[in-house]
T-cell receptor
Framework: DTAVSQTPKYLVTQMGNDKSIKCEQNLGHDTMYWYKQDSKKFLKIMFSYNNKELIINETVPNRFSPKSPDKAHLNLHINSLELGDSAVYFCASSQDWGPSLEQFFGPGTRLTVL | LAKTTQPISMDSYEGQEVNITCSHN???????ITWYQQFPSQGPRFIIQGYKTKVTNEVASLFIPADRKSSTLSLPRVSLSDTAVYYC???????????FGQGTELSVKP
């Protein structure tokens, strides 16, 4: 009965490869997010979708492309992986869009680019 | 430029009260302050949220002064299990920005 789930939990890959991380929430929420947490534990928002519509698109290389097939899923596809992409990526969801709404986070995906 | 600043680390002992302050000078009238707790290898988890004055729940209190340029998370009588990283988040309604502080690593010792 996990609320926000991500797959895979760990991802090790070579530079230049393309990879995807999947996220699903069973809370019935309308808004989903992707965050990147670097080695210094700094959390930075990357994208946010509300009802499958892109709401936030921070300064992120266009090698990163989010895709929301429905309200319960927000996947992150990364092309041409670079060493600097190594980080923990967190998916989150909230009931609706709004900076004051509580977010529920997934367990994270640790991406290591060699 | 919206910025949220908090101490990098703090140490405490079991049973003490811990106060972690977050600075958010650019906060505007309708912006909310939220605190999250993160344990190793887990996602952040909501602790408390406030807009002004004081908010209290079963795990923490949040104090926000009148000018709202800072806020303080107060954890009463911490235990070893409160060892975690605590993040301050300001949701800026103008532009829809979500800015996390860099996180405060709290270490509670016996």
């Amino acid at each position: 009965d996990t609320a926000v789930s991500q797959t895979p939990k760990y991802l090790v890959t070579q530079m230049g490869n393309d990879k995807s991380i999947k996220c699903e929430q069973n809370l019935g929420h309308d808004t989903m997010y992707w965050y990147k947490q670097d080695s210094k534990k700094f959390l930075k928002i990357m994208f946010s979708y509300n009802n499958k519509e892109l709401i936030i698109n921070e300064t992120v290389p266009n090698r990163f492309s989010p895709k929301s097939p429905d309200k319960a899923h927000l996947n992150l596809h990364i092309n041409s992986l670079e060493l600097g992409d190594s980080a923990v990526y967190f998916c989150a969801s909230s009931q609706d869009w709004g900076p004051s709404l509580e977010q529920f986070f997934g367990p994270g995906t640790r991406l290591t680019v060699l | 430029l919206a910025k949220t600043t908090q101490p990098i680390s703090m140490d405490s002992y079991e049973g003490q009260e811990v106060n972690i302050t977050c600075s958010h000078n650019n906060i505007a009238t309708n912006d909310y302050i939220t605190w999250y707790q993160q344990f190793p290898s887990q996602g952040p988890r909501f602790i408390i949220q406030g807009y002004k004055t004081k908010v209290t729940n079963e795990v923490a209190s949040l104090f926000i002064p009148a000018d709202r340029k800072s806020s303080t998370l107060s954890l009463p009588r911490v235990s070893l299990s409160d060892t975690a990283v605590y993040y301050c988040l300001v949701g800026f309604n103008q532009g829809g920005k979500l800015i996390f502080g860099q996180g405060t690593e709290l270490s509670v010792k016996p």
